[in-house]
């Protein structure tokens, strides 16, 4: 992890090509000092159309860290993201001649949003070119206010070609997403904020200000203000493993284009910073830290926890690495500023956060348990399951196929209460007599296999397929799993929770034409209403032998 702490002003590499025209970066062709931005943040306009967002200490995230830990709620912009502090800005110091003209800008996120709400404010044509896979709520979210769509091309690199051939037809003006001075400065405001909104908070000490990297234009604003007001507070970027231009261009002293950028944290995919925010990033930026996927779903939950809001993945990477420092270096008694920068989150995404935040907090365990294949075996594990040492504890995945004459392997999520338990619940598993594979951390397991296990298999003879539905209670599954003890050998079984309303589950039980009508009997009095499926032509095609 690279740590700067060089103020000393330095020239930008330029072995790679910006994206954009430079904005007039430099004034009299010297660089922007934290002085020059103080006094351009201090005359921002952006109060026109954004709100100054509270600033408020997250009780039970502080509680748990040990640390005070402020939120910083830019996600209550009309907009739902900061954005729109650094576009007015820009648009507001336009001239007359421009502003008839019009703007233009390419973009399917934040930033779209931030310049149709300015233009509208400004009384001017906004043209957003976006690129025609970007999603129809997030089209209509810009048309809303009243801006011009283009739609145009695959990519994000697609329709910024073509936002500036339409720049130059058109005599538009072209509001860049990032390295821009006067959206810089617009983006400081925030910080300016942080540092007034303290003193009502009862406590000037403010030890780390932590915020999202994408293209640098927030950290750039909010690094100038801060190293220019308070240098001792320590201005800390964060970024997605697998998105991390910034630090890889401030550790290569040159800005570096990533070939290919992931795109869960899509407000902060950005594969080339900018020119300016590069260079104010390595000169005025701390340190940077890195978090990955589960680690930003788990701050999602976090922020819901003490807000009840949901906040988007860029949105929720400052909190993520406020917990990644904390257990770095084990800090007490600090107080660090997270900046909530955005909550544009696509609904469809809530489950994958959701069962995602719960394995990056370590909430949930997985594991691939032997069990020999023979009877009252698996009741055995069962009981092991509900006697294990902090329990009890709901099972979240319990899934088997007959593979194996001699032995099952059965795919088990249990809950946990720590980091660290499932070490402890493995050896618990082997001290039974169950070999017991630890997959809390395997992504292979966690991404594909925990919903492969299955398959045809030729010691399934005489299978009957029975789906199970009951009411979903602490205990629910166990209670059902005890009274599912027929003579007969259970050859399949599926159950994943996931917070619904009723447990569904999917038995396979190997029952003899002759056992038929004991079979019926034994389904009657088991009490749980169930449908059969092995009729079901998806059974044949996927699972009968
Ligand atoms: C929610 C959110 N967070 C963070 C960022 C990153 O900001 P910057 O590109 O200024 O670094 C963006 C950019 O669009 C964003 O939308």
Not at 236 to 254: C, E, L, R, W, Y
Request: with cysteine; glycine share 8%.
């Amino acid at each position: 992890m690279p740590t700067h702490t060089s103020t000393a002003a330095k020239t930008p590499a330029k072995a790679h090509p910006a994206p954009a025209r430079k904005p007039g970066i430099k004034a009299g062709n010297k660089n922007l000092q934290p002085a020059d931005y103080l006094k351009k943040i201090l005359t921002a306009r952006v109060y026109d159309v954004a709100v100054e967002s509270a600033l408020e200490k997250a009780k039970t995230l502080s509680a748990r860290l040990k640390n005070t830990v402020l939120l910083k709620r830019e996600d209550q912009q009309p907009v739902f993201s900061f954005k729109l502090r650094g576009a007015y800005n820009k648009m507001a110091h336009l001239s007359a001649a421009q502003l008839k003209k019009g703007v233009i800008c390419a973009s399917a996120g934040n930033h779209a949003q931030g310049v149709a709400m300015s233009a509208q404010k400004l009384g001017t044509r906004a043209v957003v070119v976006m690129p025609t896979t970007t999603p129809q709520l997030k089209i209509d979210a810009v048309k809303s206010w009243g801006a011009e769509v283009v739609l145009h091309g695959d990519s994000y690199s697609d329709a910024y070609s073509h936002s500036l051939l339409l720049e130059k037809k058109r005599g538009l003006t072209f509001v860049h997403p990032f390295d821009d001075p006067d959206v810089i400065a617009g983006q400081g405001t925030i910080a300016m904020e942080i540092l007034m909104q303290l003193q009502s908070l009862g406590s000037s000490r403010l030890d780390a200000v932590f915020v999202a990297i994408g293209g640098g234009g927030l950290i750039s604003g909010v690094a100038n203000y801060i190293k220019a007001v308070r240098p001792e507070i320590r201005v800390i970027g964060v970024q997605m493993n697998d998105s991390d231009a910034m630090m890889q261009s401030v550790s290569a002293s040159k800005r570096v284009t990533l070939n290919d950028v992931g795109l869960f944290s899509d407000g902060t995919a950005v594969k080339l910073v900018g020119e300016e925010t590069y260079r104010i990033s390595r000169e005025l930026v701390d340190e940077f830290i890195s978090v990955d996927t589960d680690a930003v779903c788990a701050a999602i939950k976090d922020v819901f926890v003490d807000t009840r809001s949901i906040v988007e993945p860029a949105g929720a990477l400052a909190v993520a690495a406020i917990k990644k420092y904390v257990a770095t270096n084990k800090t007490q008694g600090e107080t660090y500023a997270a900046i909530l920068c955005g909550a544009n989150m696509n609904f469809d995404r809530l489950r994958f956060v959701a069962e995602r935040a719960e394995v990056g907090e370590e909430r949930e365990a997985l594991f691939a348990v032997t069990i020999p294949e023979e009877r009252g075996s698996f009741r055995r594990f069962c009981e092991v399951i509900g006697d294990l040492p902090g329990g009890p504890r709901s099972v979240t995945e319990f899934n088997y196929r007959i593979s194996d004459d001699a032995r099952a392997h059965v795919f088990v999520g249990l809950t946990t209460s720590a980091k660290g338990e499932s070490t402890k619940i493995a050896a618990n598993f082997t001290r039974h007599g169950f070999k017991a594979l630890d997959l809390t951390h395997d992504e292979l397991a966690k991404e594909h296999i925990r919903h492969m296990v299955g398959g045809h298999s030729a010691l399934s003879k005489n299978e009957r397929l029975l789906r199970f539905v009951f009411p979903e209670r602490p205990g629910a599954l166990m209670k059902f799993l005890s009274s599912m003890q027929p003579g007969w050998n259970i050859s399949l079984f599926h159950y994943r929770n996931q917070g619904a309303d009723y447990g569904r589950i999917l038995v396979g039980l190997q029952v003899p034409k002759a056992d038929n009508k004991a079979f019926k009997s034994f389904l009657d009095t088991m009490g749980y209403p169930h449908v059969e499926e092995t009729d079901n032509p998806v059974y044949r095609l996927f699972l009968q032998s």
